[in-house]
């Protein structure tokens, strides 16, 4: 008889990326909180990075923990480059090295064009793509070095990059954050290109319509909620575990011949679900 899965949602610990280490920014909330703890669970050693707000990141780090895997958390902004090589140097001296580096952190700071201080403008842009360019670097780095261990995968590294519907989707109001995450999508696809002849797989997901605190006044009342649904032709907002597990799998061997591609997670929001009654 089988037993019943711990989260009712799949099975026990699959050992997708057993004696490995990853890295996860921003992984105190939301998306990146949840593919730590995913990460964890399918055997990776995990670094918790946050930004702010360290009580939830040493939660993660002691859910991961449960799994028998090793964790810490680690406060840096990812727009801050002495940070971020700092947070590495860390890695290696407490794990030895990194195998999986997920580029998750990210932030919206919304207004009309006309309205979007320079601030703003910059703050996203910092976070999301320059943060993400600055991680990869440092991963690239030590996946360079390192090269491929076949007892531990078939590939020297992998990045994935979190995107969002809006690397293809324009959206109004979000110059910024659109702005980004179209960057992330060449950032991506140049650095899966650049780094692909020596074993180092680069890849995306892109999340949909996600219930995190992030997007909260989109979902958080009924009448905000049947508004998103319309542009979901699956008819569910997301999960963060619906992104954690696709993260999971893209970063192990199951997907090894996958390079330089997005995995939209969207319930199928890039359908242009308008045209299913319109056009
Ligand atoms: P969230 O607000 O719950 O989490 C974002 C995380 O990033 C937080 O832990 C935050 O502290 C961290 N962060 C922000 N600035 C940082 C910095 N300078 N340095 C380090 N960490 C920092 O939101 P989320 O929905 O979980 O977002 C995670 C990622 O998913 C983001 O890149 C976001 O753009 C992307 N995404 C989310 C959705 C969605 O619907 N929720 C959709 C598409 C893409």
């Excluded at 997301?238 to 992104?243: F, H, K, L, R, V």
Aim: proline share 4%.
């Amino acid at each position: 008889m089988t037993q019943p899965a711990d989260s009712g949602r799949r099975p026990e610990a699959l050992p997708l990326l057993r004696g490995q280490k990853a890295l996860v920014t921003g992984a105190n909330s939301g998306i990146g909180l949840a593919t730590a703890i995913a990460l964890g669970r399918a055997g990776a050693d995990v670094v918790v990075n946050y930004v702010f707000g360290r009580e939830a990141a040493e939660d993660v780090v002691s859910k991961i923990q449960s799994f028998g895997v090793r964790a810490f958390a680690h406060e840096a902004d990812v727009s801050d480059e002495g940070q971020v090589v700092g947070m590495f140097a860390r890695m290696l001296e407490e794990f030895g090295t990194i195998d999986v580096l997920v580029a998750n952190a990210g932030l919206q700071r919304d207004a009309a064009l006309t309205d979007m201080t320079v601030e703003e403008w910059h703050k996203v842009i910092d976070v999301n793509l320059t943060g993400q360019f600055l991680c990869a670097r440092e991963a690239a780095k030590e996946f360079l070095r390192r090269g491929v261990v076949p007892e531990v995968s078939r590939s020297a590294g992998k990045i994935v990059c979190m995107s969002s519907v809006h690397q293809i989707i324009p959206w109004s109001g979000h110059a910024n954050y659109a702005a980004s995450k179209g960057g992330v999508l060449m950032l991506m696809q140049t650095l899966a290109q650049e780094l692909g002849p020596h074993g180092i797989r680069v890849n995306a997901v892109a999340p949909g319509a996600i219930r995190t605190p992030i997007n909260r006044s989109a979902w958080d009342t009924p009448e905000a909620e049947q508004n998103l649904l319309k542009l979901i032709p699956y008819r569910r907002v997301g999960d963060p575990d619906d992104i954690a597990d696709a993260v999971t799998v893209l970063a192990s061997d199951l997907m090894d011949y996958v390079v330089g591609t997005t995995i939209y997670v969207d319930g199928g929001m890039t359908l242009f679900p308008g045209f299913a009654t319109g056009g």
